[in-house]
């Protein structure tokens, strides 16, 4: 049969882990931001940023980004998944100075 009892030490992780959870990540998620537009504007090809502004910003269909661009649909969808390629790359490998905690530029 489980030992059931109350666990101080158990239950103290537990606490710990749930105000860790509870913490402001208001810096963090704004570091992030800045990073990302940054990488956004320093990392991608014209195409690629206008095809994924498009796509996830303003959520538009690939269809209708291909008629406005005057493309074929799988450009669209090519430059789109480039593009997000390019950026997972760029914010998980490299560029150092863009995961750098300094203040936009």
Do not use: H, P, W
Not at 24 to 32: H, Q
Not at 36 to 61: H, P, S
């Amino acid at each position: 049969m489980k030992d059931t009892r109350f666990n101080a030490e158990y239950y103290n992780e537990y606490r710990d882990y749930l105000m860790k959870l509870g913490e402001d990540n208001s810096k963090t998620r704004a570091r992030l931001v800045r990073n990302l537009r940054r990488a956004v504007m320093e990392e991608l090809t014209d195409k690629q940023r206008q095809a994924i502004e498009l796509y996830y910003v303003r959520q538009m269909k690939m269809q209708d980004i291909a008629s406005l661009l005057g493309v074929n649909v799988s450009t669209v969808s090519r430059n789109i998944r480039r593009g997000k390629a390019r950026l997972q790359r760029c914010l998980k490998y490299g560029a150092r100075e863009l995961l750098e905690d300094g203040e936009e530029e």
